[in-house]
């Protein structure tokens, strides 16, 4: 098992920025990609960053040149620098594990850290 334990979210004004970021402990061995989802009142889950082990990135359109994810391997903890906030960026903010297991892949999941962007 894996146990992810995210930090950081909070209220910050238009424009402003947070920096987000989850550790995972347990049994880290075989752990792939790491990052981040977010869900919204009334909305889908839906991705805004991803970082694989070797450090390939993927973004969400929405938050390309404003949000950046980095992960420190040997910390088993990615980070989500978040810029030029927008109120619609408020969302809870979920953290992603995912591992490696035998042959078939694991998800694990933060239990959420509210971010409210409002002025």
């Known amino acids: 098992q894996v146990q992810v334990v995210e930090s950081g979210g909070g209220l910050v004004q238009p424009g402003g920025s947070l920096r987000l970021s989850c550790a995972a402990s347990g049994s880290t061995a075989g752990i792939r990609a790491m990052g981040w989802y977010r869900q919204a009142p009334g909305k889908q889950r839906e991705l805004v960053a991803t970082i694989a082990s070797g450090g390939n990135t993927n973004y969400a359109d929405s938050v390309k040149g404003r949000f950046t994810v980095s992960r420190d391997n040997a910390k088993n903890t990615v980070y989500l620098q978040m810029n030029s906030l927008k109120p619609e960026d408020t969302a809870v903010y979920y953290c992603?594990?995912?591992?490696?297991?035998?042959?078939?892949?694991?998800?694990?999941w933060g239990q959420g850290t509210q971010v409210t962007v409002s002025s």
């Open positions: 992603n594990v995912r591992r490696l297991y035998v042959v078939a892949y694991e998800d694990y």
